[in-house]
């Protein structure tokens, strides 16, 4: 009997050994994929395209290649139409694939309206030297609000429109600048949140650099407010863009499209509807054509 005790008493030993390295190799491997996660996550979250062709291949050849400088001594691309008279200017802040010559089909609508528009292109995107991160691309939409203001266009007359990753940036110059309006496509309460929603499995929240914290700043933006969500978006839920138009300040308008997702809402008729918007919310003020 006692043979048989320390015989079961070893076989044990080396099921618990089992189990214990078992569970360190998953803890490892767990480690390794948590430290992967936040040294890519950059290159996770920015995809730019490095062929930006002029805005004339494109489809918008009225529009103009311009240069922002940024006031950490970059010299971007971007294009730009200047508005005809009483109407808005729109600045332009993509999402976080591709460049400013995939937008063109979007904005044509505004430019046969006769609105002004600048598509602002991030460092890093097209041909533009740097690095994209949030307080980079901040930096890249104050130098497009520079370039308006140099240009004579009235901060009234400016309309900050974000689409997904842009609706960041476009909150962010939001709280710190009064303008016409702010138009937000497919945004969120932030880019920690957003993570946390893919990455359940992991403590997304806490590895993200650039976060990007709307919820926050949405609530010092003076400016009239318009949320367009598609309610099948799998990229931004429609959850986060709700919950970023609850902590917003009045006034405010929220436009849900029940078949949309996170690229298609154009093909709802979201460009009218951002029309009229912006008739809505005009401030009258002088603004000459450039």
């Keep these: 009997m006692a043979a048989e005790r320390v015989v079961f008493v070893i076989a044990s030993s080396e099921n618990i050994r089992r189990v214990l390295y078992s569970l360190l190799a998953v803890v490892a491997v767990y480690g390794v994929v948590v430290a992967l996660m936040f040294l890519l996550q950059r290159s996770l979250m920015y995809h730019p395209s490095a062929n930006l062709l002029d805005p004339a291949d494109h489809g918008v050849p009225e529009m103009q290649q311009v240069t922002l400088d940024t006031e950490d001594g970059l010299a971007l691309t971007a294009w730009y139409r200047g508005a005809q008279e009483g109407l808005q200017t ?112 992991l403590p997304a929240r806490y590895l993200i650099k650039d976060r990007f914290e709307s919820g926050e ?27 970023l138009f609850d902590l917003a300040p009045e006034p405010k308008s929220f436009l849900s499209v029940p078949l949309a997702s996170h690229n298609n809402l154009y093909e709802f008729g979201t460009a009218s509807k951002v029309i009229d918007f912006m008739i809505k919310n005009k401030r009258m003020a002088p603004n000459n054509r450039h």
């Excluded at 010092?220 to 986060?240: M, N, Y």
């Design 90 to 201: 729109i600045v332009y802040f993509h999402g976080n694939g591709g460049h400013i010559g995939h937008r063109a089909g979007k904005v044509n609508a505004y430019l046969n309206a006769g609105y002004g528009l600048l598509l602002v292109c991030y460092r890093g995107y097209g041909t533009n030297p740097g690095a994209p991160t949030e307080e980079n691309l901040i930096k890249d939409g104050k130098a497009g609000l520079r370039f308006l203001e140099n240009s004579g266009v009235l901060k009234e007359q400016i309309v900050l429109y974000g689409e997904s990753l842009g609706t960041g940036v476009a909150t962010a110059l939001a709280q710190r600048k009064a303008v016409s309006a702010l138009i937000l496509e497919a945004p969120f309460t932030s880019i920690a949140d957003v993570a946390q929603h893919h990455y359940f499995y």
């Design 217 to 243: 700043r949405i609530k010092r933006s003076k400016a009239p407010l318009l949320i367009i969500h598609g309610e099948k978006d799998r990229v931004v839920p429609w959850k986060f863009g709700r919950a």
